[in-house]
């Protein structure tokens, strides 16, 4: 059950996009189709983004897009918004009733 | 409105015990499988624990197995986790989540288990 390995920052300007990546194995991330992304800010709850790859929960805006290929996953916020700042992680399915998390990236907007 | 509350949480010595709750309010907790993660003091989100809907299945991370207990009580619409043996590097804030498909999508707003002599 080793973590799934994000870049630990990203940052872009204010409507530009930026893509964070989440690489783990054929165990996990390119084993199932269920990779959720989380966006949680200082002292609160995590935030479900994205799950099943790509599928976007009710209220989430559509700049917000996740995609896969392989073991690695990407999420792409697109049109960045100064609310955007905050704590990214990734987490997979990785085997029977089984789970791990990314490790994190901390997005800043310029 | 959908609300997850957690509940239990303190300090605690080495080699101890504590028992968390999660209260679910909004919806049946019948209807999801259940989570417990937790967050470390400045560190990331790790999964800890699965229970399915009847609590006939649980799985837990392996730095917790055989210590951990989670269960629910689907009458109460309550979800427990028994942390028993504990060690410093339990310190954490721990959270309670309901699975969407294998993602979380509700959570509680956390609770800080801190293990220290």
């Known amino acids: 059950q080793s973590a799934l390995t994000q870049p630990p920052s990203a940052s872009g300007s204010p409507g530009q996009s930026v893509t964070i990546s989440c690489t783990g194995t054929?165990?996990?991330?390119?084993?199932?189709?269920?990779v959720s992304w989380y966006h949680q800010e200082p002292g609160k709850a995590p935030k479900l983004m994205i799950y099943?790859?790509?599928k976007r929960p009710s209220g989430v805006p559509d700049r917000f897009s996740g995609s896969k290929s392989g073991n690695t996953a990407s999420l792409t916020v697109s049109g960045l918004q100064a609310e955007d700042e905050g704590d990214y992680y990734c987490?997979?399915?990785?085997?029977?009733?089984?789970?791990?998390f990314g490790g994190g990236t901390k997005l800043t907007v310029l | 409105e959908v609300q997850l509350v957690e509940s239990g949480g303190g300090s605690v010595q080495p080699g101890g015990s504590l028992r968390l709750s999660c209260a679910a309010s909004g919806f049946s907790l019948r209807t999801k499988w259940m989570h417990w993660v937790r967050q470390a003091p400045g560190k990331g989100l790790v999964w800890v624990s699965y229970i399915n809907n009847d609590g006939t299945v649980t799985t837990y991370a392996d730095s917790v197995k055989g210590r951990f207990t989670m269960s629910r009580d689907n009458v109460k619409n309550t979800l427990y986790l028994q942390m028993n043996s504990l060690r410093a590097e339990d310190t954490a804030v721990y959270f309670c989540?309901?699975?969407?498909?294998?993602?979380?999508?509700?959570w509680g707003q956390g609770i800080l288990v801190t293990v220290s002599s």
């Open positions: 054929s165990s996990d991330v390119g084993g199932y189709n269920y």
């Open positions: 099943e790859v790509s």
């Open positions: 989540a309901s699975d969407l498909n294998c993602g979380f999508d509700y």
């Open positions: 987490a997979s399915k990785a085997g029977s009733r089984l789970w791990v």
